[in-house]
T-cell receptor, first 112, second 111 residues
Framework: EDQVTQSPEALRLQEGESSSLNCSYTVSGLRGLFWYRQDPGKGPEFLFTLYSAGEEKEKERLKATLTKKESFLHITAPKPEDSATYLCAVQTFGSGTYKYIFGTGTRLKVLA | ETGVTQSPTHLIKTRGQQVTLRCSSQSGHNTVSWYQQALGQGPQFIFQYYREEENGRGNFPPRFSGLQFPNYSSELNVNALELDDSALYLC??????????FGPGTRLTVL
């Protein structure tokens, strides 16, 4: 069965304390892996798409990487405004149909 | 450029009723997906429409149905509402199923 697991469930960091969030997946027919940020009461905000192992993408203090079994979201020198839930999702294609599977997210709190 | 919009923002229904939720895609997008998100959980994929045809479906029963219109706006219909259908319903649009941009969601409460 296709599965996406994110860890840790929650993370508290001091401002400037770098860390990484993990997204491991077991799926067939992987087409892409997506990272989103979600603030309370709002829809997810797109961050990155990764398509193949070894690919990396960066945006401000965030860097996403992908291997054959997992993806990491590295946060460098975080600020309080980076506090949010970070969601990972995979897109699969098989038997002529697309599916999207989200993890349950990592709730990040950055303290000033 | 207009982003993804959804209506209504909030909705209260009773068990057994039917509901229609609406979504306007971002300009230039031809694909729309719908998700159900329970509190504290990740979004669960309901289905996806590409150029008015369904081309993806998650593990939701047939009472969850949808439409995509020629202008790429979309509807999610849920029949015979159950208490467990209470959730945030999210719509996301994309170009050819790539990067998805989400709307703010519709909060549905079933009593």
């Amino acid at each position: 069965e296709d599965q996406v697991t994110q860890s840790p469930e929650a993370l508290r960091l001091q401002e400037g304390e770098s860390s990484s969030l993990n997204c491991s997946y077991t799926v067939s027919g992987l087409r892409g892996l997506f990272w989103y940020r979600q603030d309370p009461g709002k829809g997810p905000e797109f961050l990155f798409t990764l398509y193949s192992a070894g690919e990396e993408k960066e945006k401000e203090r965030l860097k996403a990487t992908l291997t054959k079994k997992e993806s990491f979201l590295h946060i460098t020198a975080p600020k309080p405004e980076d506090s949010a839930t970070y969601l990972c999702a995979v897109q699969t294609f098989g038997s002529g149909t697309y599916k999207y599977i989200f993890g349950t997210g990592t709730r990040l709190k950055v303290l000033a | 450029e207009t982003g993804v919009t959804q209506s209504p923002t909030h909705l209260i229904k009773t068990r057994g009723q039917q509901v229609t939720l609406r979504c306007s895609s971002q300009s230039g997008h031809n694909t729309v997906s719908w998700y159900q998100q329970a509190l504290g959980q990740g979004p669960q994929f309901i289905f996806q429409y590409y150029r008015e045809e369904e081309n993806g479906r998650g593990n939701f029963p047939p009472r969850f149905s949808g439409l995509q219109f020629p202008n790429y706006s979309s509807e999610l219909n849920v029949n015979a509402l159950e208490l467990d259908d209470s959730a945030l319903y999210l719509c996301a649009s994309s170009l050819d199923g790539n990067e998805q941009f989400f709307g703010p969601g519709t909060r549905l409460t079933v009593l």
